[in-house]
């Protein structure tokens, strides 16, 4: 499985996880928000810690040139999402809250 370089767009932490640096965002984040038809301006006023949209822009550079090892990602995460949900089951009405919210921001945004 190929592995995602660090630089100054994404960092690693704890040895396998991506984040856009100097934030908590982390990286499997905006890679859906883009795949769901975020626009740049729209990352930077959701994510305003990003910090600027030359970084916004950097960001979806390594996504564009690290297709392969950006995909092999996404799926090790969501192992490790269907992992945590099967031991820490979430309500159901908790996770339609978080739906609705997120797909309110992405309307508000897009």
């Given amino acids: ?4 370089p660090a630089n100054e767009f994404v960092e690693v932490r704890e040895g396998s996880h991506y984040y856009i640096p100097g934030t908590r965002i982390g990286f499997d984040v905006l890679v859906y928000d883009l795949r769901r038809g975020a626009m740049p301006e729209a990352l930077h006023e ?3 810690s990003i910090g600027s949209m030359a970084k916004v822009h950097g960001a979806i550079a390594f996504i564009l040139e690290h297709p392969q090892a950006v995909e092999s990602y996404l799926q090790e995460q969501e192992v490790l999402w269907d992992k945590f ?3 820490h089951p979430i309500p159901d009405d908790v996770m339609e809250r978080f739906r ?3 797909e309110e921001l992405l309307r508000r945004s897009g």
């Fill in 85 to 87: 949900r099967e031991e």
């Fill in 100 to 102: 609705r919210t997120q």
């Fill in 46 to 48: 959701a994510y305003p």
């Fill in 1 to 4: 499985m190929p592995s995602l």
